[in-house]
């Protein structure tokens, strides 16, 4: 079991749908992070939040961060195939340990 | 800019191998990060160092080792490898708060 639980583990969907990824812990941090990942590649940072509560719009993509600093969602509204990849969560915890979710494979059919 | 750079890119261990997988960063990050990714699966944490002379445990230490040999350099070792040690291998970097980079990677194959 990992810190972070992602759900959906998988997700495929039509080009044009909304969807919602959610990370969830038990533990509180100190500020939650969301990468996509290419195959091959090392994840790359899409955004960082940092209060309870905090949203944050990235063209399509919003992210909230929840008000016990717990748990996150990331939604992508009107996704494109460009958005396929695999969507991390990274919680800051004590002492800069950096932990990763469980991870959320998105596939976007054209 | 090079960012962080691991090296080898793949290898193949028989059982009760030993390796060290290395790791370097030119942009004078404190804290550095080795992490374990298996199919389907996110990172799990391995070991970690948040600054140099230091290291400690992540989620899943057992069978590895590690060495902050400077502030540039982590390398993580194998004593004696294992099947269930098969997996990619990505070190990280990161100060503070902001964004973590990642080398490309090891793919590790123990056979």
């Known amino acids: 079991t990992q810190l972070l639980e992602q759900s959906p583990q998988f997700l495929s969907i039509q080009e044009g749908e909304n969807l919602t990824v959610y990370c969830n812990s038990s533990?509180?941090?100190?500020?939650l992070q969301w990468y996509r990942q290419e195959p091959g590649e090392g994840p790359v940072l899409l955004v960082t939040?940092?209060?309870?509560?905090e949203v944050k719009k990235l063209k399509r993509l919003t992210f909230q961060f929840g008000d016990a600093r717990k748990d996150s969602s990331l939604h992508i509204t009107a996704a494109q195939p460009g958005d396929t990849g695999l969507y991390l969560c990274?919680?800051?915890?004590?002492?800069?340990?950096?932990?990763f979710g469980s991870g959320t494979k998105l596939n976007v059919k054209p | 800019n090079a960012g962080v750079t691991q090296t080898p890119k793949f290898q193949v261990l028989k059982t009760g191998q030993s390796m060290t997988l290395q790791c370097a960063q030119d942009?004078?990050?404190?804290?550095m990060y080795w992490y374990r990714q298996d199919p389907g699966m996110g990172l799990r944490l391995i070991y970690y160092?948040?600054?140099?002379?230091?290291?400690d445990k992540g989620e899943v230490p057992n069978g590895y080792n590690v060495s902050r040999l400077n502030k540039r350099e982590f390398s993580l070792r194998l004593e004696s490898a294992a099947p269930s040690q098969t997996s990619v291998y990505f070190c990280?970097?990161?100060?503070?708060?902001?964004?973590?980079?990642f080398g490309q990677g090891t793919r590790l194959t123990v056979v």
């Open positions: 990280a970097s990161r100060i503070g708060q902001i964004e973590a980079f």
């Open positions: 533990s509180v941090f100190s500020s």
């Open positions: 939040v940092v209060t309870g509560g």
């Open positions: 990274a919680g800051a915890g004590n002492f800069n340990k950096f932990y």
């Open positions: 942009m004078n990050h404190n804290s």
């Open positions: 160092s948040a600054s140099e002379g230091t290291t």
